[in-house]
DNA sequence: AAGGCGGGGGT
DNA sequence: ACCCCAGCCTT
């Protein structure tokens, strides 16, 4: 079903050179900034990303910078924001484009489209902001904001949707604004018509066109079915620690929290007696254990509900695990990458006055 | 087409 | 509790 959204530009357009938020990546026009700050956006709040922006930008000023970088210095940027594979997916990508596109991104919507982490929106988003291109940039704000104003009951959850609407956008866009264009819908999406809790109709450019305003069912609008229901899983966290250092595991490179580094940790939720079983197994005879309590985080499909033990050797012989390191406080803090899942106890290590044996 | 993949803020 | 966020990749 093709929908006409050709009389909603020039009002979408006025109403964004009054309104538009200012942004770190908005200052300067580089297209390399524009896509670091799409992949960062990505299912990631505005406010969420901006303390990660800069910092990031610093650390590697281009994308030659960033295709040589190690991985562990990509990740510790990438710390607390979620979905690591963007960053690892993105260095790939630059390192595609210093040997094919001498270090610049291309000016081409397909070109960038088979760029690594780069679909549809961003490909879109980078073509339109960065090289001022008209092609559409259709993300969650932009379904939401569109199915508002057409009054449609769409499943935006189906990929067939998205790609009308890609279509019937393309079909209006301005060509001399088209970033302006799509940054707009965003705009609004991100600040009137708002995903949780009632928009802001009264202060909306578009409520005049708009079905969802005028038959009052902005609420039932856009349609999303009900995702799945999260699995528990339980965990026993062991804090171990020798010589004011603690033990640190890195993570399958697959799967969730790829390659990054934990605290030894357990299936279910070990009983004291059981914890000491485990420490005799593997000959640990010497040792102080204290309960930390329990910990809860919700990732999006799973749901840990750890309990911790914080464990001290007073003598260390042997290897305890294969791959296990002893990373002093400052390595937590500045080398390796830690989930937030952990953050209860990391942040209660970090917290905790340097300890002297000495004197 | 469906499921995996983080973390946080709003209601 | 449940919602969703400047989505993409793999299966």
Redesign the pocket.
Known sequence: MKTDYSYIVEDLLNWYSENK?I?P??EKPDPYYIWV???M?????????KGYFSRFISAFPTIKALSEAPEEQLLKLW????????VR?MQK?AQTIVADYNGSLPADYTAL?K???????????IAS?AFKMPVP?V??????VTKRLSGSYDDI????VKKELETDLLAVMPGNRSGDFN?AL??L??TIC?????PLCDACPLAKFCIAFQQNITSDL?V?P??????LENRTILVLEYQDKFAIMKRPS?????G?WEFPNLDGHLSIEKTEGLLKEYRIFSYSMELLGSAK??????EWHMLGYRIKLFSLEHEIWDGMIWASKKDLQYTFT????F?AYTKQIIAEKEQHTKC
């Open positions: 938020r942004l990546w908005r700050s799409e992949i956006l990505q299912q990631t709040r505005v406010e969420a990303v710390e607390g924001l979620g979905y690591y594979n963007r997916n990508a489209l760029l690594s982490g780069i679909g549809s929106y961003t490909a879109g988003a902001i940039a993300d969650g704000n932009v379904l939401r959850t189906q990929p067939k940054q965003m705009d999406g991100a708002i995903p949780n809790g009632k856009p999303r009900s995702k799945k229901s999260r699995r697959k799967g969730l929290l790829a990054l985080h919700i990732f999006s499909h799973v830690l989930p937030t899942a953050s």
